[in-house]
């Protein structure tokens, strides 16, 4: 429960209720859902023994970023979770402070993930990769994120979004079958969601968005790194694109996550 009402959060939470499915870059910016699913992970993260003071980075969709709208919504983003933060989740009641946020694209995390170990430290073997180019294909639940850095540099032409998540699929599913995006997520996770017929088409999509803005310059990369959801749909397809070139997390839904995590602990190493 927050100031704003009382939510259900988690797996099957659409059999009760009414579904709240907003998936445009506004829910990012401390709308009701995003604060009941924010204390509800913290919640579950610390086993309900939330620090009381805590410092945020946060990956953002690139096209979230883009333009001058991009920066309103970093600053909205920042002053929603820069605050003290109240709630109860089944009647216990928690409470923290966030004093400090960073937000960065959540492609960063993925390259974090491949050059740091999990301990926050550089991973000795992709030290050469570091020093060449290296591009990441983000295929996440509402975007599609192309990011090319050298050296931890972006390159700029090469990078950039578009709204050509694996939602395209599910909006498309919901209207012909009356799930909500997020059942059909859940049977889609589960294997059980036949995307047959849908899939090619999205498929053409993507590598069409690919082909815009990276045409052949992904020959340029030492690593094409795959991360997000939508990497499990597009293996193969990646796998006869990119070849040798191509990484793949072994947890590509996490691994953004888990890259700014070890970002993270690389700070660490070097203030102890």
Request: charged share 25%.
């Amino acid at each position: 429960m927050t100031h704003q009402g009382e939510y259900l959060v988690g797996v099957g939470a659409h059999d009760f209720g009414r579904a709240v499915e907003n998936l445009d870059f506004e829910r990012l910016t401390g709308t009701p859902e995003l604060q009941a699913l924010f204390y509800a992970t913290l919640s579950q993260l610390f086993n309900r023994q939330v620090p009381k003071q805590m410092t945020l980075l946060i990956g953002l969709p690139l096209g979230a970023m883009s333009g001058e709208s991009g920066k309103e919504t970093i600053k909205r983003i920042k002053d929603f979770f820069r605050a003290a933060h109240e709630w109860q989740i089944e009647d216990e009641s928690q409470r923290t402070s966030v004093e400090q946020v960073e937000v960065t694209g959540q492609p960063v995390g993925a390259v974090l993930e491949y050059f740091l170990n999990a301990d926050g430290s550089a991973h000795p073997v992709r030290r050469e990769d570091y020093k060449k180019e290296v591009g990441v294909i983000n295929l996440g639940m509402s975007t599609v994120d192309l990011l090319s850095c050298r050296q931890g540099q972006v390159i700029e032409r090469m990078t950039g979004g578009d709204t050509l998540g694996v939602q395209e699929m599910l909006i498309e599913l919901s209207q012909q079958t009356g799930y909500t995006l997020a059942e059909l997520d859940e049977q889609l996770r589960r294997q059980q969601l036949d995307l047959s017929q849908l899939l090619p088409v999205w498929e053409r999509r993507v590598f069409g968005y690919i082909g815009k803005v990276w045409g052949t310059s992904y020959r340029r990369f030492a690593r094409v790194i795959a991360t997000g959801g939508g990497t499990y749909l597009l293996q193969d397809a990646l796998m006869r694109r990119f070849g040798s070139r191509l990484y793949i997390a072994p947890d590509p839904v996490m691994s953004t996550a888990i890259g700014l995590y070890r970002f993270g602990l690389k700070h660490l190493r070097k203030d102890s």
